[in-house]
């Protein structure tokens, strides 16, 4: 790869940011460092979305000017990104004169190639959403189609893009270029949205109903619709019509990331935009899910909104960081709670790495005088860590490039928990009693080998705590990870310093008495664990209800049904879940014909990591009794839509 040019959605300014947002930009962050570590150039742009109605609205509740709102609020961004350790290179704000002429310049040019052009417009509009819609995009009930609030009849003369001359074109782009939408499922809702007509693009609001924003060149009554304003700054913050030279070293940006609600106004809009500025396309625009609040959605007025701020602060930032994208599955929705989050903690943090950490570097400061010890000759066992380090790193290099660095971040837990199994195995406490030096030299190495690989792979996601690690081993902290390639880069002789307890274990029962002062409204399905039963499973085999909501079922229809060539028990399923569509695999041919199993309504399980079956994605299980051979699909008896949750 050439640069690699990362961009996060600008973020409304109406209101302090969330995990919503802090997702995003922690994703971009770790992208950019994980790229830097392969020196890749980057560049990592971030920033604010200043104009436009919501952020009006939120000025005058708050009694202040739009743009004293605006400065207020950026920098609650802004402290939040330092405190989580983001490194973008730039932070555009809307509001900048710079954006601002660029914005006009392209208006301008647009409207001079007759792009843009007056017409009387009607329509019903969506005020939170900022958005217009026709009647053909509503049900009768007039409600958004969006967010499902209510919308406002609005008849005015307006400025339009001929958003409609390219939709063959962009249709023809989205199927030529598949990696151009990810994931895949998410193009196939683009190309959905696409079977309809493409109206062209109200780009302008009258000053009279909205003041807040660009004004357009070439109408000073009119102001620029914010979602035009906003997009342009993925161009106008590399130097797009003022540095060509920077934006050819940026541009076409290698990733937008963009939440699923986002999706239209970056895989429509965006590209048809650009197409009649003359611009390449981004090489990929990546939507990933929403984090839920349990199971439902984060909002204010449920009180359930949780503050990033607050979780870096309670437990630090770089479990905060490893947390939030070693849970979710990239372009799948993920339920967050603070029980969820203090279960990883403590298994992958404080259980398996921190106790690696911690054994390993007393060991070498007892037996080995504080320095890293001259290896003898390998063993199977030293084989073995080794091969499970070196799989660390080409599925961690996997993952970068494929989107999916919850399983890359999974490899290096698996070759930690290898680390923990290499010391049970050769039992270096032993050989330092056996007075067995050359032996006990060679497991030291090796263990501080491994975390030498460990903390290089997991420096962009904890780049404080493994900055800790990596000085208390002597070594440099800024990785370069094509230097682990190989294993034994480690120069025995160095003198190592004990980092002291990394990752303490979290004592559940303070935490929650802490977090009852403090936290946000949690879940329904949790917060309700008695001390006695924390423990998830007893001797019996019994689960708490706790373990039991941890697997969310939901009802979804199917779409549709294919055989998968090759696999007689398989068949392909399109289904929907209700806010999204997945694909699912089923071993349930022999009991169903794929025209048997398109319509039924089935329950499926929404949270089960994707896999691979037979090299095709599955997101999701259906679930079935099975009588002998014959699988009975799990059906409801009333007639239910799709996306409800069951349990
Ligand atoms: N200003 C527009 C983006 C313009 S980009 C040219 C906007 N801003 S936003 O502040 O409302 O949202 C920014 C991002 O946060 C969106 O991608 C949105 O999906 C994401 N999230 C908001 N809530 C979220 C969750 N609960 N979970 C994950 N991300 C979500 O939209």
Not at 579 to 602: D, F, L
């Amino acid at each position: 790869m050439n640069n690699f040019y990362v961009t996060t959605p600008i973020y409304y300014v109406n209101d302090k940011p969330h995990i919503g947002h802090a997702y995003t930009t922690l994703l971009a962050d770790i992208l950019a460092r994980y790229h830097r570590a392969l020196d890749v150039p980057t560049f990592f742009l971030t920033g604010t979305d200043e104009h436009g109605q919501k952020v009006e609205k939120a000025a005058k509740e708050h009694n202040m000017t739009p743009q004293e709102q605006c400065d207020t609020t950026v920098t609650r961004f802004k402290e939040l990104w330092d405190k989580l350790e983001i490194t973008n290179d730039d932070f555009i704000r809307t509001t900048d004169q710079h954006h601002k002429s660029i914005v006009q310049k392209i208006l301008q040019d647009l409207y001079d190639r007759d792009l843009i052009y007056k017409a009387e417009y009607s329509g019903r509009y969506c005020v939170p959403c900022e958005r217009f819609f026709t009647e053909k995009d509503m049900d009768d009930d007039a409600l958004c189609p969006e967010c499902g609030r209510g919308t406002d009849e609005i008849v005015e003369s307006n400025y339009f893009f001929r958003m409609g001359n390219y939709q063959e074109w962009l249709i023809d782009y989205i199927k030529t270029h598949p990696d151009f939408i990810q994931p895949s499922f998410r193009a196939n809702e683009t190309l959905g949205f696409l079977k309809k007509p493409l109206a062209d693009l109200c780009i302008s609001r009258p000053k009279s109903r909205l003041s807040w924003g660009i004004e357009l060149p070439f109408d000073a009554d009119y102001v620029c619709y914010v979602w035009f304003d906003a997009l342009v700054n993925y161009i106008s913050g590399i130097g797009y019509g003022s540095d060509d030279a920077k934006f050819a070293k940026w541009w076409p940006a290698s990733y937008h990331l963009i939440g699923k609600d986002i999706l239209t106004t970056h895989t429509v809009y965006w590209p048809t935009m650009l197409k009649a500025m003359n611009i390449e396309m981004p090489e990929a625009i990546f939507a990933h899910g929403w984090w839920l609040i349990g199971d439902s959605k984060m909002s204010k007025s449920t009180g359930n909104v949780v503050n990033p701020m607050d979780m870096a602060e309670r437990y630090g930032v770089d479990p905060f960081r490893y947390f939030m994208v070693s849970e979710m599955s990239l372009g799948q929705d993920c339920s967050f709670t603070e029980e969820i989050f203090i279960t990883r903690y403590n298994s992958d943090l404080a259980n398996d790495l921190g106790n690696f950490v911690s054994r390993a570097m007393k060991m070498i400061a007892r037996n080995s005088n504080s320095k890293i010890p001259q290896p003898g000759p390998e063993t199977d066992a030293e084989v073995e860590l080794k091969t499970a380090a070196l799989a660390a790193v080409s599925k961690m290099r996997d993952a970068i490039e494929n989107m999916k660095l919850d399983r890359g971040l999974d490899a290096v837990m698996n070759a930690v928990r290898a680390g923990n199994r290499y010391f049970e195995q050769t039992a270096p406490w032993k050989l330092a009693k056996d007075e067995n030096p050359e032996r006990l030299n060679t497991v030291l190495y090796s263990a501080a080998e491994l975390l030498n690989i460990v903390s290089a792979l997991l420096s962009p996601v904890m780049p404080l705590k493994m900055c800790e690690l990596r000085n208390s081993l002597g070594l440099d902290s800024n990785v370069n990870i094509n230097q682990f390639n190989e294993w034994g880069t480690l120069k025995p002789g160095t003198e190592i310093s004990d980092p002291g307890s990394l990752f303490p274990r979290i004592d559940t029962k303070k935490s929650k008495e802490q977090s009852n002062k403090k936290q946000p409204q949690q879940s329904k399905n949790s917060g309700k664990k008695s001390d006695k039963d924390s423990k998830s499973e007893n001797s019996a085999g019994l689960i708490t209800i706790d373990k039991f909501f941890e697997t969310k079922l939901k009802t979804a229809k199917v779409l549709e049904a294919e055989k998968v060539e090759g696999a007689d028990k398989l068949l392909k399923l399109q289904i929907d879940i209700g806010n999204e569509k997945r694909q699912i695999i089923a071993g349930i041919a022999e009991s169903y014909t794929p025209e048997e199993i398109v319509g039924k309504i089935i329950i499926v399980v929404a949270n089960l990591q994707p896999a691979k079956i037979r090299g095709i994605e599955s997101q999701g299980m259906l679930l079935a009794a099975k009588n002998k051979k014959r699988l009975t699909l799990v059906t409801l008896d009333a007639d239910i839509p799709p996306g409800l949750s069951v349990g």
